[in-house]
């Protein structure tokens, strides 16, 4: 079986579904500590399918991740778990260094326990893949080349530092004990399942409720933008094919500003769900916009290079930022049941903190 770790958030939520929806595939062992942004709603549909085993728990936990990594023979593990809100990190950073840093190590300690003990076949084929993000590079002037895997890491959130730290050790896991490790560095993602605190999914439920639409500073930040089911595909052939010790950036080739971003989503919704009345200029979703203040440190521009990806593993993404946008927002229409499990009220009491 493989390890995935934080496989109810989204990312490894859509991880796991991806994974098991091929009958062939080999069974998931998936711990997660289910804080707020973990949910067991998005693996619903695996209640009754016994290749999936899920373990409540904190990857922090030294003995109990060791103890599952013997009592199912894990052959690989996908570290997705990780707090990862930037504006959450501003206001509680403590938990973002607890989770990320201090997890990770103790993660990588009993999986090099664990390794170690291996055949040689076994330690051969193990692999250890690390999940990141590309704000570890820290942010780019509008001229400047996407982010390579050999750009120097700037982080400038507490959120991009805890990350940043997290890569550090599983190199250093890597040159030190041999272990065998890959790194993937991806972009924004978006997609179903996403927890609504981030952009994209606060924009197509608040324009729903009639809510205002939140844009930080001019709305001119940029991002390169990746459909989860993409980033989960890299993912697969990063694990297949990666070569150890190798880091992986995975973008979408859509360098898009948050502004245009929430423009695209409420002409979506003008066509899939249009305002009872008709579709005139003050009866548009994009009347909702508001602008607030920007957050603090807020990086201008990220931009991924997949070159490296595409070249040698020979993996692009399916979507393109019109056709992810489209199967997201209408993902969020067919599956209101879902997203008002997740609005609760802790929930609410962050958005108005946030964005008041």
Not at 243 to 272: A, F, M, R, S
Not at 313 to 338: M, S
């Amino acid at each position: 079986m493989i390890l995935v770790t934080g496989g109810a958030g989204f990312i490894g939520g859509n991880f796991v579904l991806d994974w098991l929806a091929n009958p062939a595939a080999e069974g998931i062992v998936n711990i997660d500590k289910l804080t707020y942004a973990g949910n067991l709603a998005t693996l619903k549909s695996l209640e009754n399918d016994g290749r999936h085993v899920f373990v409540h728990g904190d990857i922090g936990d030294y003995d109990l991740a060791l103890s599952l990594l013997k009592k199912y023979s894990i052959r690989a593990v996908l570290n997705f778990a990780a707090e990862s809100h930037v504006d959450r990190s501003i206001h509680g950073p403590g938990d973002f260094i607890q989770t990320n840093v201090l997890g990770t190590f103790n993660l990588l300690e009993a999986v090099r326990a664990y390794w170690s003990d291996l055949s040689d076949l076994a330690k051969k084929e193990f692999r250890f893949l690390h999940v990141s993000t590309d704000e570890v590079y820290g942010s780019l002037s509008p001229t400047d080349p996407a982010f390579s895997e050999t750009h120097p890491y700037e982080p400038n959130s507490p959120y991009s530092a805890s990350k940043a730290a997290s890569d550090h050790l599983v190199r250093a896991w890597h040159h030190t004990y041999d272990l065998p490790v890959i790194t993937t560095n991806c972009s924004n993602n978006y997609g179903p399942y996403h927890f609504p605190e981030k952009l994209i999914p606060l924009v197509i439920l608040n324009a729903l409720a009639g809510k205002p639409l939140p844009i930080y500073g001019d709305g001119q930040q940029i991002r390169d933008w990746l459909y989860v089911k993409d980033h989960c595909s890299a993912i697969r052939r990063v694990l297949e094919a990666g070569q150890l010790g190798e880091t992986y950036n995975v973008g979408g080739w859509n360098e898009k500003p948050n502004l245009d971003v929430v423009h695209v989503i409420c002409g979506v919704l003008d066509q899939l769900r249009p305002k009872a009345g008709g579709i005139d200029a003050e009866n548009k979703y994009a009347s909702q916009i508001t602008y607030v203040k920007d957050r603090p440190g807020h990086d201008r521009r990220y931009a991924i290079d997949a070159t490296k990806l595409e070249c040698e593993l020979g993996w692009k993404p399916a979507e393109t930022f019109e056709t992810g946008i489209q199967k997201t927002v209408q993902w969020y229409l067919d599956n209101q049941e879902w997203t008002e499990g997740v609005l609760s009220g802790s929930y609410r009491d962050w958005v108005k903190k946030q964005y008041n």
